[in-house]
């Protein structure tokens, strides 16, 4: 019975984030998993917004400082929770430094090591032109974080997630951490004008994909391209070996 923690960070908005926390959710709840959902984003909470996933909304941010007692809530609910629950923790864009900088400074990550439960953090990056930010808070996580494994989602909806025709694993960040990467995922690529505006309307509508799926506000090719999507989604995440449930070994 372990206990694991996907916390997903990203200090770059419109990366991905949020859906990357809900599919996370999703997908776990589907192959029968003990989930609990928080939202820490104190902006732009969507994951605790869409209903379905009964994420707990705990807003750790005091204006531009961490609210301990409250971070002390967010610890609590984690060793609380049943032998083999897995948390997903969708963290605040607007946050990102200063959660990172508590999360180190406190040692969060090897205190929940240290008691066997499981830590990763999910990073998204992007291409296009966000494509350089995303990977310099990806730098900032593996600099913060030299004990914790990183599980990192590509998201091509803007663009390639390429630098001068190297793929990421290509790339210097990748060859130089490939030690500290759990795994490499891939948000299923779509054409922004079809899948990408119904991903849209589904995040805007607050919505699950299978609540999206059985909506009547969503047309029968709408729901159709849904259905795709989340059935690729599926299939990846059942091939993600950081999913497993062997004792977890800290990164070097």
Avoid at 221 to 229: A, F, G, N, P, T
């Amino acid at each position: 019975m372990v206990k694991t923690v996907h916390i997903v960070m990203q200090g770059k908005g419109g990366a991905g984030k949020s859906l990357t926390s809900s599919m996370l959710v999703q997908y776990l709840r589907y192959a029968d998993h003990t989930v609990q959902a928080i939202d820490l984003d104190p902006t732009t909470p969507t994951l605790s917004a869409i209903k379905g996933l009964k994420a707990v909304p705990i807003p750790i941010m005091d204006g531009d400082d961490i609210n301990p007692r409250l971070f002390d809530h967010l610890m609590t609910r984690i060793f609380e929770s049943e032998g083999d629950t897995h948390t997903v923790i969708d963290t605040g864009t607007s946050s990102f430094i200063a959660t990172c900088s508590y999360l180190a400074e406190n040692n969060a990550f090897e205190l929940l090591q240290g008691f066997d439960v499981r830590v990763f953090i999910h990073c998204p990056i992007c291409g296009g032109a966000a494509l350089d930010d995303t990977f310099n808070s990806l730098l900032a996580i593996l600099d913060h974080f030299p004990g914790v494994p990183v599980v990192v989602w590509l998201n091509e909806f803007f663009g390639p997630v390429a630098s001068a025709g190297r793929t990421f694993e290509d790339s210097k960040l990748y060859q130089e951490n490939a030690g500290r990467i759990a795994a490499v995922m891939c948000h299923p690529k779509v054409q922004p004008g079809t899948f990408g505006e119904d991903i849209r309307a589904m995040m805007g509508a607050k919505l699950t994909f299978e609540e999206a799926m059985q909506s009547s506000d969503f047309n029968v090719m709408s729901r159709q391209r849904l259905k795709i999507y989340w059935t690729k989604a599926i299939e990846r995440l059942d091939s993600a070996t950081f999913l497993e449930t062997a004792p977890q070994e800290a990164a070097e």
